[in-house]
């Protein structure tokens, strides 16, 4: 299978960790990855906080580049830019007066057929059984919390993906890695996503209660599918008090843990939490 | 938050176009968009917030929540800088614009060790479109 590339601002930095096992993974599952060329920023929170043209013209140029390469769909591993550019595609495709604007902006017809993937759909696609047989190592005795966030199933008019209240397909996916998939009540509430630096106490705040979550139903690991909700689950974990760690890995870390991938190379080392207690467990 | 969102949703029915846009709430909204899609009289809470935002810079409104817009106008600056997120460029331009000089000094170290605070900016070669929507 190939499938076009967005891997967005956070996965060279912060999340590059989420870049390095996605590629090591996708490779191992047969998954050939077209990156766009010359690729910008999606405009993330900042752009459709403040200006309203703006977050939908950055997306576009993105999308016209796809258009451009002849890619048919396009695979956005971080949520807030597969958010972007669904949102983007779907405001440009039914408000005419907006396109003309885009377009005028961007000189580029707008008339997008490229249809944008988030994590949780590409393995859906390589489907549960590619993932069993190529599995190296059983989860078995690993209890993991799926989180979602807010930006995979929401607006659930425009994303139409999985269910809006009670999305269950990556614990679907989760289950193929031998791993049980907790029943937990904070997999879609808010990390506090942007407000990490302005008002990193309500994120601290708001991430510390889904973690807490996490852990009262027995949650051994938090997987997560977006790099800004990584980071704040994560790396905010110093901050938070009274509180015992708990490992947040990416989906495709964890995929990467039963292909029998070492942690290394999955980049698991370079997270704030340590995951050793986890990896201890597996093997 | 000063206001609820519903507070804020009636200051507007109500024509108190001023008190809506001087209103603390729509810069402590995440965009999780969990009203949006609760809301019984299917209301995009979410969008109308964005809408308060935008309009509030439009019009020189002065606004309480100063470190958010910071953020967001030293993240939007690095985009039209270099075409993408610059995240050392960011923090640095926030933490001028804001004196917060501390401010994340107990995880910034770890972050460079482990290569995830890049000190040099990802370049996008063809920025005309990206500095043409800064323009308009």
């Not at chain 1, 017809?109 to 059984?129: S, T, W």
């Not at chain 1, 209240?165 to 009540?185: L, V």
């Not at chain 1, 495709?252 to 370079?270: R, T």
């Amino acid at each position: 299978m190939k499938i076009g590339y967005y891997p967005g601002c956070s996965l060279l930095g912060t999340g590059k960790e989420y870049d390095l096992s996605l590629r090591k993974i996708l490779q191992k599952l047969d998954v050939e990855l077209e990156e766009l060329n010359d690729w910008s920023c999606c405009g993330a929170t900042s752009a459709h906080a403040t200006n309203h043209l703006m977050s939908i013209a950055l997306p576009a140029i993105n999308l016209s580049i796809a258009e451009k390469q002849k890619i048919n769909e396009l695979f956005a591993p971080c949520a807030a830019c597969y958010n972007r550019m669904i949102v983007a595609k779907h405001e440009l495709d039914n408000t005419p007066l907006l396109a003309k604007q885009v377009s005028d902006l961007i000189e580029k017809p707008i008339n997008f057929a490229v249809d944008i993937i988030n994590v949780v759909e590409l393995f859906e696609r390589i489907g549960v059984k590619k993932i069993e047989e190529a599995r190296a190592t059983n989860l078995k005795g690993i209890k993991a919390a799926c989180y979602y966030g807010c930006l995979l199933v929401r607006p659930f008019n425009i994303t139409h993906f999985d269910d809006a209240e009670q999305p269950t397909s990556m614990e679907k996916i989760i289950a193929a890695t031998g791993a049980e998939a907790i029943d937990w009540n904070y997999k879609i509430e808010c990390c506090g996503g942007a407000h990490s630096i302005a008002h990193k106490e309500i994120v601290v705040d708001l991430s510390k209660k889904i973690l807490d979550d996490a852990k009262f139903h027995g949650a051994d690991v938090v997987v997560v599918a977006c790099p800004m909700c990584h980071s704040n689950l994560d790396m905010r974990q110093r901050s938070m008090k009274n509180h015992q760690e708990i490992p947040v890995l990416y989906l495709s870390e964890f995929i990467g843990l039963a292909l029998g991938v070492s942690p290394k190379e999955l980049g698991v080392d370079l997270h704030f939490v340590s995951a050793e207690p986890l990896i201890q467990k597996i093997s | 938050m000063d206001d609820s969102p519903n507070q804020v949703i009636r200051f507007t029915q109500l024509g108190f176009d001023d008190k809506t846009l001087k209103s603390k709430t729509p810069w402590l909204c995440a965009g999780c968009l969990t009203c949006s899609a609760r809301c019984p009289q299917n209301l995009d809470v979410a969008k109308f917030m964005d809408a308060v935002r935008q309009i509030a810079l439009e019009e020189n409104i002065e606004i309480v929540e100063k470190d958010t817009v910071a953020f967001h106008k030293a993240f939007l600056n690095q985009i039209k800088k270099h075409g993408r997120a610059f995240e050392f460029g960011l923090v640095r331009e926030y933490k001028l614009k804001t004196l917060n000089l501390l401010q994340d000094i107990d995880v910034a170290p770890e972050m460079l060790l482990k290569g995830k605070l890049s000190l040099l900016p990802h370049q996008v070669k063809d920025k005309k479109h990206v500095k043409k929507i800064f323009e308009k």
